[in-house]
């Protein structure tokens, strides 16, 4: 076995990993907590360079077919067909990660270098922004908007997002920033 999977493989062997409870759809985690690790040894069946590792290692699978191998082949997860659980579980959260220091800082380092075009900003707008339907002082339609970033460009505003907002929850349907009335809404009586 490679180092990778030698250390994966002591590690099962540790009980407070055994005893932190499922660990997906491992066979060997559950053999291990159902029978307990008493129940197996560890044999080395044969001593290899590197170079000839993944040769020998299909050649052990294909002569003894362990049980508890779910790949068919070696170092390759070829032929190994995911259940919708387990793809549904590798699109979420993954509550057994937590990033390093240095991963954090990569990832930092990483967002605060990433350039948005105006697509990307307009996509993030839509989702996440706050639809906004602004008439003047008469009640007369001016736009609907996606955000109040979009209203204040299309309408010349230059009072800051904050205090929009601010003004708009104090003072709903009068006219209430820079002679406009804004709402999330749009007006019922219009």
Known sequence: MGNRKSGRLFRYLIPSYIKGGPKGKSLIHQAFVKYGVSSFSLIILERCEVSALTVQEQFWIDLLAPAYNILASAKSSIGYIHSQETLAKMTGPRPYYKPTAEQNAALAARARARVYTQEDRDKVSAREGHAIFAYDQQYKFLGHYASINKAKLA????????????????????????????????????
């Not at 904050?162 to 809404?185: A, L, P, Y």
């Open 155 to 190: 309408l010349g505003v230059t009072l800051h997002t904050v205090t929009i907002q601010k003004r708009m929850r104090e003072s709903v349907n009068r006219t209430n920033v820079s002679n406009m009335i804004w709402s999330h809404t749009p007006l019922p009586y219009v």
